[in-house]
């Protein structure tokens, strides 16, 4: 009996010494059984050659013909380019590395077989470094698909495959622990190997589209993993001792006074289960959703007086200084009234009053801690953490949540956990996603918005806009002026930024025209903002730094320059900062041409709608689930072959098999996330 897979070192394959066992543990990849879950991510099909008359750009040959030409070509960039002939057409062979000796092979090489991307290039149809080798030495076409594994890293796909040939050996001679209630007709181990290899009567358009049964069955068992290790953690919080305050009390009835309005039924409701969660004696996690302007700083707000009320801190995060500061200052304004008194703590805040501020937090004397990042340092020490509240949630890594929840956590207690953003999730998803955490939604804006219209201009127009803002100016309207670039460097941004302002400003000779951007000095930057606040400012030139927390009801006419370039949910955030007020808000999206099919239908979205769940779901359609939930930059959520906008049809029989396997096989589930899950950690969005 060769044992359990699972339980086998991959050093035990042929060929695995120590440095290539190194690269592998770097993917993940340290048993048997890791090396089949490492799964191919898609297939290329060499098992025909294909005439290349019939090549398209974008898909991969195997092509096979006469190297008719083959001289080093000088554009751009020094190259070597061939040209490989049958009696259909001709294609370029392109090498940007290649020695002297390879130039000489392929010239005299008569009849080659060569498997690569066709694209457009300068001299017609080409491939860019093809594999390819000479006839002569009679090589056998691929029988079945050829495998292509995520990047793996050091490791060559060729070399990977024959420790997947071995490991699939390895499972012949044995099998993997089925864990899932059995419904499908193929076991798990036939599903692998068919993934791993195809045989050659595969259904191919079936497998490439990731609709193949044994496809389906793994992402079946991939996300209910998924799933399984968000509720394991969950199940990990609930064992500690959260602080548990009582009923709110005169204070928190007070604060409502101080905000000048009336909550929303929709506040309201998400206040009482945030009031009900924190008098719980497990620590809870709440996401807070709500469209952007639905109002969520309130019940941040409310949250941290009934904490306040019962003796214990609270520590509020924000994604940029900006936003952070915009809290800060409402915060305060809200809860000195009551003798409430908070802190600010940003990487801005240095020297002597950062050690203040410092000291201030670990006596006490803060009871609302407001800030960036710089919360979770190592010097920042609470007195006693009761809550912890993040803004913005979908904005940071989930080290960075994991940090500032850790820094209240003493022995077996925990803080209460608020995290809130304004990234509408489809329920579908969210159920999934979140399977962790309970789940509020601010279903209803403030009375009295007005719908922000919006147009879609190219910016050949610029002139007429600017006569426009010409006209709002002296109609005493507040303008926004959006600067972005491509690049994602925020030196060019600010930059481009102050270029349009001195455009503006010359064009524009009666306006009174401020400018904000990331790199100004916050004093600055806060100064330009209180001046747009109080109206000594028409027009705000600005980067994507504005994208969150920026409130100047007054504003109601936003531009945004190149906004083909920027993603639905950041445009639907940057317009949300207009149609505050009770005027009519109006807001241009311009884009620079030629603007791309997909590039059109995403603006025409922003057009019809100003409705954050609508266009979540259609941006959902059109890019598919990673972008939307910013889960790029976070590492989470990375499937290695469920894709949630695909299978988005499984996941409420995933979720059932999920609290299955939770209840009635408690025993399986860790064997289960071990298996797809090489870093549940991270997964755990706390
Ligand atoms: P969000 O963070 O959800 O985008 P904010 O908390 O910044 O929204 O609130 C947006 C604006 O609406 C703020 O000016 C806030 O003072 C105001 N506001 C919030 N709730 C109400 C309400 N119930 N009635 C009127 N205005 C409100
Ligand atoms: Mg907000």
């Known amino acids: 009996m060769p044992g359990d897979l699972a339980k086998i070192d991959v050093t035990s394959l042929k060929g695995v010494g120590p440095a290539l066992s ?27 050659i294909t005439p290349i008359g019939a090549s398209r750009p974008g898909e991969s040959y195997v092509l096979q013909g006469e190297i008719v030409a083959c001289e080093v070509a000088y554009g751009r960039r020094r190259s070597l380019l061939a040209y490989l002939q049958d009696n259909t057409g001709k294609v370029g062979l392109r090498f940007y590395h290649f020695s002297k000796a390879q130039q000489k092979n392929l010239k005299t090489a008569g009849a080659i077989r060569c498997f690569g991307e066709v694209r457009a290039g300068a001299s017609g149809l080409e491939i860019y470094h093809p594999e390819y080798s000479q006839l002569s030495s009679a090589v056998d076409m691929e029988e079945s698909l050829t495998p292509v594994y995520p990047a793996t890293e050091g490791v060559s796909q060729s070399r990977y495959r024959v420790l997947v040939t071995q490991a699939l050996d390895r499972l012949a001679q044995t099998s993997i622990e089925e864990l899932l209630p059995d419904r499908w007709d193929t076991s798990l181990a036939q599903a692998i190997t068919y993934l791993h290899h195809p045989p050659p009567d595969t259904d191919v358009a079936l497998l490439m589209e990731g609709k193949h049964p044994a496809q389906t069955r793994l992402a079946f068992e991939e996300l209910t993993a998924h799933q399984v290790s968000l509720r394991i953690v969950r199940e990990q919080i609930q064992k500690l001792q959260a602080p548990v305050l009582d009923s709110p009390s005169k204070r928190y009835a007070a604060v409502k006074q101080s905000f000048g309005f009336t909550l929303t039924g929709a506040q309201q409701r998400v206040a009482d289960e945030v009031a009900v969660d924190l008098m719980k004696s497990q620590p809870s996690l709440r996401l807070i959703q709500g469209d952007v302007g639905s109002g969520k700083t309130v019940i941040a707000a409310l949250a941290s007086v009934h904490s306040f009320e019962n003796n214990f801190q609270t520590a509020l995060m924000a994604p940029t200084e900006l936003l952070a500061e915009q809290h800060f200052i409402n915060m305060s304004n809200w809860l000195a009234p009551l003798g409430i008194k908070t802190a600010w703590l940003s990487g801005r805040v240095t020297g002597k009053k950062r050690i203040e501020e410092l000291a201030r937090i670990l006596a006490g004397d803060a009871a ?319």
Not at 22 to 33: F, P, R
Not at 371 to 399: C, M, P, S, W, Y
Not at 648 to 656: A, G, S, Y
Request: include cysteine; charged fraction near 25%; charge should be neutral.
């Open 368 to 686: 609302v801690i407001i800030g960036t990042h710089a919360l979770f340092q190592k010097d920042v020490e609470f007195r006693n953490l009761g809550l912890v509240i993040v803004d913005e949630q979908h904005r940071f890594g989930v080290n960075q949540r994991l940090a500032l929840r850790a820094k209240g956590s003493a022995g077996n207690t925990s803080p209460h956990q608020l995290v809130m953003t304004a990234t509408p999730i489809p329920r579908t998803l969210s159920m999934s996603i979140y399977a962790d955490m309970d789940v509020s939604v601010i279903d209803e804006l403030p009375p009295g918005r007005t719908p922000v219209t919006t147009t879609v201009m190219s910016d050949e127009k610029r002139d007429s806009v600017i006569s426009r803002i010409a006209e709002a100016c002296t109609e005493g309207r507040q303008i926004y002026w959006v600067c972005t670039l491509i690049e994602e460097s925020e030196v060019l941004q600010c930059q481009a930024a102050e270029v349009t302002e001195k455009e503006l400003a010359k064009l524009l000779p009666d306006a009174r025209i401020g400018l904000v951007h990331g790199r100004m000095a916050p004093a600055l930057k806060t100064d330009v903002m209180n001046q747009f606040k109080s109206k000594q400012l028409d027009l705000l030139v600005a980067t994507t730094v504005i994208e969150v927390g920026v409130d100047v009801p007054n504003a109601s006419l936003m531009v945004i320059e190149n906004s083909e370039r920027l993603g639905l949910a950041q445009l639907h955030q940057l317009r949300g900062r207009i149609g505050r007020g009770t005027t009519d808000s109006h807001c241009v999206l311009l884009y620079r041409k030629p603007l791309g099919n997909l590039s059109k239908e995403r603006l025409e979205v922003m057009r019809q709608s100003n409705d954050g769940f609508f266009i979540a779901e259609r941006d959902l359609e059109i890019r598919g689930p990673g972008e939307l939930l910013g889960t790029r930059q976070s590492g989470a959520m990375q499937f290695r072959i469920a894709d949630l906008m695909r299978d988005q049809e499984m996941l409420p029989m995933v979720r059932e098999a999920s609290l299955t396997m939770m209840s009635e096989h408690r025993d399986k589930a860790s064997i289960l996330v071990n298996r797809w899950i090489k870093d549940p950690e991270k997964l755990g969005r706390v």
């Open 22 to 48: 190194k690269k592998l543990a770097k993917l993940g990849i340290e048993t048997v059984q890791d090396v089949l879950f490492h799964l191919p991510f898609r297939y290329e099909d060499r098992t025909q």
